[in-house]
């Protein structure tokens, strides 16, 4: 499996008992953190949308979504969500959440075409988070405050679960960095994004990506965004494009870096038709939720989805994201796995 990785010398520092009651803790403490740092309330989430409603998250625009057909239902099909980032919206309208207010929610999904490695999965879970927003939090400014919170809760959830394990010792640093995804191709014009992300990260520890999705200056996106989420292609105060990104850490265990959560102030109706027009997608203007979004009865928005599976990862020590989750895995990956003393669940 030559996308595994394998570090010499291996050993994880909690057994398979203690990385389970371990991931209880961070997951509860974590939660309660975020609700507290963003004035969140939880609620019940769909784990599949039906088809045809523009609901479903379509993440870089070529990922299958797992559906089908009901049966009560005169055969309408179903997709399983590949993240919550529409129908939040929707549900925040329907609650009638007041600016400064917001929810989050356990997502859960399914991605038939992901690449199997040690951070990557069929199953994904992960925060997903969604607030409403005024009008003059738009921009860069506000969207930095968030990631902070955001970034703190995590500080704190280290900390705490540290205190807890002590042969867990931190190693995240106190402050997250921030840089637009053009100011790091300029730094590195001969690397690939992946390779950016990797060596800017190694510097800092902790970075935010600002732009994900528009394109930079040699022609090409940073990354794949849908266009009709996260809003990437409105100019910011930094005179740059685009009001959402990646936050990432560097992972000394891979030696890598490792992306915790993807999020942004959500695209407006002007965003969102010129993000449409820019992917050549606009027929889909006629879909439920982008009519209503044009109609204005969906509120402003920021949100994003934290990894939980990748998040205990990182703060547990471990090499595989197998290690914190039950998945499906090939048999040549799991064997390898053990060998390397990485002990799948």
Same mark, same amino acid.
């Given at each position: 499996m030559s996308?595994?990785?394998?570090? @010499?010398?291996?050993?994880?520092?909690?057994? &398979? /008992?203690?990385?389970?009651l371990a991931i209880k803790k961070i997951k509860d403490f974590f939660l309660s953190s975020l609700s507290t740092e963003l004035r969140l309330r939880r609620v019940t989430a769909p784990? !599949? #949308?039906? +088809?045809?409603?523009?609901?479903?998250?379509?993440?870089? %625009? #070529?990922? +299958?979504?797992?559906? !089908?057909? *009901?049966?009560?239902?005169?055969?309408s099909v179903a997709e399983v969500v590949h993240s919550l980032a529409k129908w939040k919206r929707v549900t925040l309208a329907e609650y009638r959440i007041e600016p400064g207010f917001g929810i989050v929610t356990d997502m859960n999904a399914i991605r038939a075409d992901e690449e199997m490695d040690n951070i990557h999965s069929l199953y994904v879970d992960q925060w997903d988070w969604e607030r409403v927003i005024k009008q003059e939090n738009r921009n860069l400014t506000f969207l930095r405050k968030i990631v902070n919170k955001i970034y703190s809760a995590i500080l704190r959830t280290e900390f705490y679960i540290c205190e807890t394990y002590p042969q867990l010792k931190a190693f995240l640093p106190e402050e997250i960095h921030f840089i637009h995804s053009e100011d790091l191709l300029r730094m590195y014009p001969d690397k690939t994004a992946k390779e950016r992300e990797n060596l800017i990260c190694k510097e800092y520890g902790a970075v935010f990506i600002i732009g994900i999705g528009g394109k930079l200056s040699d022609g090409k996106e940073h990354d794949l965004r849908a266009p009709d989420y996260d809003d990437w292609s409105t100019p910011n105060e930094d005179g740059y494009e685009g009001l959402n990104g990646d936050l990432l850490v560097w992972y000394p265990i891979l030696e890598r870096s490792i992306e915790l959560s993807s999020m %942004? *102030? +959500? #695209?407006? /109706?002007? @965003?969102?038709?010129?993000?449409?027009?820019?992917? %050549?997608?606009?027929? +889909?203007?006629?879909?439920? !939720?982008?009519?209503? &979004?044009?109609? %204005?009865?969906?509120? &402003?928005? *920021?949100?994003?989805g934290i990894g939980q599976s990748r998040l205990c990862m990182v703060l547990l020590h471990k090499a595989h994201i197998g290690e914190t989750q039950a998945s499906i895995w090939p048999d040549e990956m799991r064997k390898e796995c053990r060998e390397s003393g990485m002990t799948l669940i």
């Amino acid at each position: 499996m030559s996308k595994l990785q394998k570090p @010499a010398g291996y050993e994880a520092l909690l057994d &398979l /008992k203690q990385t389970e009651l371990a991931i209880k803790k961070i997951k509860d403490f974590f939660l309660s953190s975020l609700s507290t740092e963003l004035r969140l309330r939880r609620v019940t989430a769909p784990l !599949f #949308v039906l +088809r045809g409603l523009g609901l479903n998250d379509d993440l870089n %625009g #070529v990922e +299958r979504a797992v559906c !089908f057909p *009901i049966k009560d239902m005169g055969e309408s099909v179903a997709e399983v969500v590949h993240s919550l980032a529409k129908w939040k919206r929707v549900t925040l309208a329907e609650y009638r959440i007041e600016p400064g207010f917001g929810i989050v929610t356990d997502m859960n999904a399914i991605r038939a075409d992901e690449e199997m490695d040690n951070i990557h999965s069929l199953y994904v879970d992960q925060w997903d988070w969604e607030r409403v927003i005024k009008q003059e939090n738009r921009n860069l400014t506000f969207l930095r405050k968030i990631v902070n919170k955001i970034y703190s809760a995590i500080l704190r959830t280290e900390f705490y679960i540290c205190e807890t394990y002590p042969q867990l010792k931190a190693f995240l640093p106190e402050e997250i960095h921030f840089i637009h995804s053009e100011d790091l191709l300029r730094m590195y014009p001969d690397k690939t994004a992946k390779e950016r992300e990797n060596l800017i990260c190694k510097e800092y520890g902790a970075v935010f990506i600002i732009g994900i999705g528009g394109k930079l200056s040699d022609g090409k996106e940073h990354d794949l965004r849908a266009p009709d989420y996260d809003d990437w292609s409105t100019p910011n105060e930094d005179g740059y494009e685009g009001l959402n990104g990646d936050l990432l850490v560097w992972y000394p265990i891979l030696e890598r870096s490792i992306e915790l959560s993807s999020m %942004g *102030i +959500r #695209v407006d /109706k002007e @965003a969102m038709t010129r993000q449409l027009a820019l992917q %050549g997608k606009e027929d +889909r203007k006629d879909l439920y !939720f982008h009519r209503r &979004l044009a109609e %204005g009865s969906l509120p &402003l928005t *920021i949100g994003g989805g934290i990894g939980q599976s990748r998040l205990c990862m990182v703060l547990l020590h471990k090499a595989h994201i197998g290690e914190t989750q039950a998945s499906i895995w090939p048999d040549e990956m799991r064997k390898e796995c053990r060998e390397s003393g990485m002990t799948l669940i």
